[in-house]
């Protein structure tokens, strides 16, 4: 199994705003929690506690709050944006010195995603990516996969509902070979467009398919409502400093 994970989680939240205008959007809470703590708690429970978060706005207060993440019972580091990379470019310099396979998740995506059967898909189909999909109707708002079988081919960018090849879109969460990130330009660069569109094309994406809780909350509307409806995974919360 995987033991190593990085979660994304360094923008703006300019759509969250007034929300984000003093605290980080990582560390907005959701039940009482902070969004990435939900998620290191889901990585936690598989086994995974080699953590990484990728940090741009306010990363101080993210530090400040988790430390070297003992008190969750992981070991946690730091990798800081500085200039803005995009998330291509994000991902490759958190990755540097990773040489095996890695869990990669959105840090504003809440989902119960079961990392161990993901593993198991990566394992079956050994691709350079396996992503995880997510059943959507508002399809006119995502990247819809186009599969053939277990592989994901190709994406169509916000396509009408009626004309989409399937309704399952990217929900945020990844094993990928560091390998594959070599395909990625120096510098400032987009995962999605400068890596998995790419890798698509060559047949190298697997799917796994995540059908239980999926919340983004990326805009104020969507934090709203997975602050409501988001079963926690647990109820263990960090020791207040």
């Known amino acids: 199994m995987i033991d190593r994970a990085i979660i994304l989680a360094g923008g703006l939240g300019t759509r969250l705003r007034p929300l984000t ?20 708690e889901n990585l936690k429970k598989y086994g995974v506690n080699k953590i990484t978060l990728c940090l741009g706005y306010k990363a101080e207060q993210v530090k400040d709050y988790f430390k070297d993440g003992s008190e969750l019972g992981i070991n946690l580091e730091y990798s800081i944006e500085t200039e803005p990379l995009g998330t291509g470019g994000a991902i490759r310099k958190a990755a540097e010195k990773i040489n095996k396979p890695f869990f990669l998740l959105w840090g504003d995506n809440l989902m119960d995603l079961d990392l161990a059967t993901m593993y198991k898909d990566y394992l079956r189909d050994a691709p350079q990516v396996t ?30 509902r009626q004309e989409a090849p399937s309704k399952l879109i990217n929900a945020g969460a990844f094993i990928v070979e560091p390998e594959c990130l070599k395909i990625l ?6 995962m999605e467009k400068d890596c998995f569109e790419k890798l698509a094309l060559l047949g190298e994406i697997s799917a796994h398919f995540h059908k239980s809780q999926w919340y983004p909350t990326d805009t104020l509307k969507k934090y709203l409502l997975a602050d409501r409806e988001f079963k926690p995974l647990s109820n263990i919360s960090k020791k207040q400093q």
């Open 185 to 190: 330009p120096e510098g400032k660069s987009s």
């Open 131 to 160: 992503m995880a999909l997510v059943p959507r109707e508002d399809l006119e708002n995502f990247g819809v996969a186009v599969l053939d079988g277990s592989k994901i081919i190709n994406f169509i960018e916000k396509p009408k």
């Open 21 to 40: 205008d003093k605290i980080p959007k990582p560390l907005l809470p959701i039940k009482n929690k902070p969004i990435v703590e939900h998620i290191i």
